[in-house]
């Protein structure tokens, strides 16, 4: 297939044909995504937690983001590619966060760039990325990057007075330019009706059936992550399980010198041990 471009997804969204995002942090993943394509690949900063081991988000540094993004946007073909800025790269001043973005495009090959949250800074800094030609991607609800602000990973906008502002922070996003919305762990209710109130797609991860897309995480999906599971995720296979079995084996038949076997080796040029042991 062809590069799906911002354009595929508008159409896309246009024609209520939900966008199908999952997150990708290597080169193999980028492959899997590629060869059964999903419409976006997104280098999130989940990166941290799932393949970097770190205790949160926070933690992910800007260069490891970046040797990230460029390894998955070599095993990327046509999907869309989004890299997340990590905590910290937009959140001093525009001049900073717009260099940043520039250096997730230029070094990471993304198409995209996504931040979370709506202070008047970040959306200054969507209205520079828009301003520069850097897509940039908004992301509201449950937002991992200020969970200590937040006190922990809770569903967002429960109550009216929750809700109002995430409303609000959607139609101000996309008046600064953002071209897509994240919404995170967030009520169905009012992730429908945000998506009804704005012309870009809305891409849903515990926010209900109505967004124009869907994402989760890959170690999520495959179930290779064995941190806490949250209530919206399902996992779609058990790499878990057969990576494990892999291993076992692995070890089990070295130990009992079954491995390797006879074909699984070389052997001397015939008349070449004897010319050796004279
Ligand atoms: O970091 C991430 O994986 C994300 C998605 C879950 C939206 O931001
Ligand atoms: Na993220």
Not at 40 to 50: F, H, K, N, R, Y
Not at 102 to 121: T, Y
Not at 184 to 194: C, G, H, K, R, S
Not at 226 to 243: I, L, Q, S, W
Request: proline share 7%.
């Amino acid at each position: 297939p062809p590069k799906t471009t911002l354009h595929t997804l508008y159409q896309l969204h246009a024609s209520r044909t939900p966008i199908t995002v999952l997150t990708a942090y290597d080169y193999p993943t980028a492959r899997a995504c590629s060869a059964h394509p999903v419409d976006i690949t997104l280098v999130g900063d989940s990166l941290a937690q799932v393949a970097l081991g770190l205790p949160s988000t926070t933690h992910l540094t800007l260069d490891a983001l970046i040797h990230h993004t460029a390894a998955v946007a070599r095993g990327t073909t046509s999907p869309f590619l989004i890299a997340d800025m990590p905590f910290g790269s937009y959140h001093t001043d525009v001049p900073s966060a717009l260099a940043n973005a520039v250096r997730i495009v230029r070094e990471g090959s993304a198409d995209a760039v996504k931040l979370e949250g709506s202070s008047p800074l970040v959306r200054s800094v969507v209205r520079a990325l828009a301003d520069a030609g850097i897509p940039p991607v908004a992301h509201l609800g449950l937002l991992p990057q200020r969970v200590a602000a937040m006190g922990g990973y809770r569903v967002q906008g429960r109550t009216a007075a929750d809700a109002r502002p995430i409303i609000r922070d959607a139609r101000l996003l996309q008046a600064a330019g953002a071209v897509a919305l994240v919404l995170e762990a967030v009520p169905a209710a009012l992730a429908a009706y945000i998506t009804a109130s704005l012309r870009i797609p809305t891409i849903g991860i515990g926010a209900g059936p109505h967004t124009s897309g869907q994402v989760l995480v890959w170690d999520d999906v495959m179930a290779t992550w064995e941190g806490h599971k949250a209530k919206f995720v399902r996992r779609f296979a058990d790499v878990g399980a057969e990576v494990g079995r892999g291993v076992a084996g692995y070890v089990d038949a070295v130990r009992r010198r079954e491995f390797p076997g006879e074909k699984e080796g070389y052997a001397m040029r015939p008349g070449e041990w004897e010319k050796l042991m004279q």
